[in-house]
T-cell receptor
Framework: KNQVEQSPQSLIILEGKNCTLQ??????????LRWYKQDTGRGPVSLTI?????NTKSNGRYTATLDADTKQSSLHITASQLSDSASYIC????????????FGQGTILTVHP | DAGVTQSPTHLIKTRGQQVTLRCSPK?????VSWYQQALGQGPQFIFQ???????QRGNFPDRFSGHQFPNYSSELNVNALLLGDSALYLC??????????????FGEGSRLTVL
């Protein structure tokens, strides 16, 4: 069964600190992996998309890594800001025709001043 | 350039009623997908529409149905509402020719509460 597991379930950090969120997946065949940021009550917004051949991709203070061999990804947030408080969702697209998306349950990040 | 727009933003229904949610995709996009997101959970795929046909479907009962119009906008209908249907319903649009690596844009969602 295709699954995406994220850890931790929730995380609290102080403003200015760094943090790393984890994503493990069993989706096969694999096409790409996406990280989304979702503010409370809003729709998800894409942060990065990584294909099989990419192992690091950055978007400002967000850096995603992908290890396709171990089927793991991480999202590193540098110098956190209060506005980073949100749910971060890992999404994996399968490699079959029309590639179904499998969503993780998300990690809720809270940044305190 | 308007992004994905959904309506209504919030609505309250009672058990047994029917609801229709609407979505207009991002300009230039031809594929619309619908997701159900319960509180504290990740989105669950309901179905996807392309060329006015349902192309894929997740594990949702037939009470959930949809439609896509020639202008690519879409509707999600839910009949015989249950308390468990209370959730945020997200619409996402994309371009079929870039179905694998293309960007997926989400709307802000419709928050449905069933009493």
């Amino acid at each position: 069964k295709n699954q995406v597991e994220q850890s931790p379930q929730s995380l609290i950090i102080l403003e200015g600190k760094n943090c790393t969120l984890q994503c493990n997946y069993t989706v096969s065949p694999f096409s790409n992996l996406r990280w989304y940021k979702q503010d409370t009550g809003r729709g998800p917004v894409s942060l990065t998309i990584m294909t099989f051949s990419e192992n690091t991709k950055s978007n400002g203070r967000y850096t995603a890594t992908l290890d396709a061999d171990t089927k793991q990804s991480s999202l590193h947030i540098t110098a956190s800001q209060l506005s980073d408080s949100a749910s971060y969702i890992c999404v994996v697209r399968g490699g079959t025709s029309y590639g179904k998306l499998t969503f993780g349950q998300g990690t809720i990040l809270t940044v305190h001043p | 350039d308007a992004g994905v727009t959904q309506s209504p933003t919030h609505l309250i229904k009672t058990r047994g009623q029917q609801v229709t949610l609407r979505c207009s995709p991002k300009s230039g996009h031809d594929t619309v997908s619908w997701y159900q997101q319960a509180l504290g959970q990740g989105p669950q795929f309901i179905f996807q529409y392309y060329e006015e046909e349902e192309r894929q479907r997740g594990n949702f009962p037939d009470r959930f149905s949809g439609h896509q119009f020639p202008n690519y906008s879409s509707e999600l209908n839910v009949n015989a509402l249950l308390l468990g249907d209370s959730a945020l319903y997200l619409c996402a649009s994309s371009l079929a020719v870039k179905s694998i690596t293309g960007e997926l844009f989400f709307g802000e969602g419709s928050r449905l509460t069933v009493l």
